[in-house]
């Protein structure tokens, strides 16, 4: 994008220039989300411009700076597009190639948009050290455009972490058929979860996540915050945890439903795109001694145990769909990532 009107353009660029503290990667592989094309309309918040889009992906490091360490020429790393101030008291953090951050523009993330500008929807990109993480043996992994999908699983993962999730509970996801949902379907199963109950709209989607494992139980959403609070919490037993992945929802009785549905000593985790205020009922929530807990983006750790679960087969990624797509056509591009949904991804490959 030239300018925040231009739309989202081919272009030919000079190969981006190696810089202290950085890599340079040839593009393998770049998820683009379904909402890409709101983003690129001025839908989701400012970033600045000229941009190469792009806020993470698969890549193949050519070379690196003096004073880098932690990634060398050859390895195969996914790009998470996160970068931390470095702060230890109060890091602030901006997606570089994209939108979004803490919440909050700061001089501080305006500046590292700013040096750090370009994403990975492009053949070769220069990505700071602090957002890379090296995949041993993905050089060999056979298709580096389902492993773009790791990004997604990194986030959803990083949920189903903080909520507390083992072997033998039972996990709702709260917008499951959305790529942010099924990603936490997917994690939640090969973490060994005894059941799942996936709730969202899409009937289509959730008949696919139903197909995944005989573990999964689907509950449709119907608009109504009480009768969809009892479906989750009748589905499967009682429920350990809620993991909230929906986007832009008009209102907030489908979260809320979620939270209905969470058993006394369960937990509550919102990972997703809500803009809704909560009517958090205190009293209630402190009887039932509930955990609610926000994430965002991932530990390097997280996605780094994800890739040994997919590397040794637990977490199997021949479920996705994918489409792929070229550079040559961004308009195209971004239609097919618009009408994504679920386990449907749309993958650019340069």
Do not use: C
């Not at 683009?32 to 094309?37: G, H, I, K, S, V």
């Not at 190469?52 to 996914?78: H, K, Q, S, Y």
Request: glycine share 14%; no cysteine.
């Amino acid at each position: 994008m030239t300018t925040p009107e231009s739309g989202l353009l081919l272009a030919e660029l000079p190969d981006p220039a190696l810089r202290g503290g950085g890599a340079t990667l040839d593009v393998l592989a770049a998820q683009l989300p379904a909402y890409t094309e709101s983003l690129v309309a001025g839908g989701r918040g400012g970033f600045p411009t000229p941009i190469v889009l792009g806020p993470g992906g698969i890549g193949r490091v050519t070379a690196t700076a003096d004073d880098v360490f932690g990634v060398r020429p050859g390895d195969v790393v996914i790009a998470n597009g996160l970068f931390r101030s470095g702060r230890t008291a109060r890091p602030e953090e901006a997606l570089l190639g994209w939108t979004g951050g803490e919440g909050r523009a700061t001089p501080t993330t305006d500046r590292i948009r700013a040096v750090w500008r370009d994403g990975l929807y492009a053949e070769r990109a220069v990505q700071p050290e602090r957002a890379l993480v090296a995949l041993p043996g993905a050089g060999t992994y056979p298709a580096p455009e389902r492993l773009a999908f790791l990004g997604w699983l990194g986030v959803a993962g990083e949920a189903v972490e903080r909520a507390g999730v083992g072997a033998g509970q039972v996990v709702a996801v709260v917008g499951a058929t959305g790529q942010l949902g099924a990603a936490a379907v997917l994690v939640a199963l090969a973490r060994g979860a005894a059941a799942v109950v996936a709730v969202g709209r899409n009937r289509g989607a959730l008949d696919a996540l139903a197909a995944l494992d005989r573990r999964v139980v689907t509950v449709p959403l119907t608009g109504d915050r009480g009768a969809d609070g009892r479906a989750i919490a009748a589905a499967a037993g009682p429920v350990d945890a809620v993991i909230d992945t929906l986007g832009a929802v008009p209102s907030p009785d489908p979260t809320m439903a979620g939270y209905d549905a969470v058993r006394p000593d369960g937990a509550w985790v919102l990972v997703g795109g809500v803009r809704q205020e909560l009517p958090l009922p205190y009293g209630d929530f402190m009887h039932r001694r509930l955990t609610l807990r926000g994430s965002w983006m991932y530990r390097k750790a997280t996605v780094l145990a994800l890739w040994s679960m997919i590397r040794s087969g637990v977490l199997d990624l021949s479920v996705l769909d994918v489409t792929t797509v070229g550079l040559d056509d961004p308009a195209g591009a971004l239609d097919a990532a618009s009408r994504s949904r679920g386990l449907g991804v749309v993958v650019l490959v340069p």
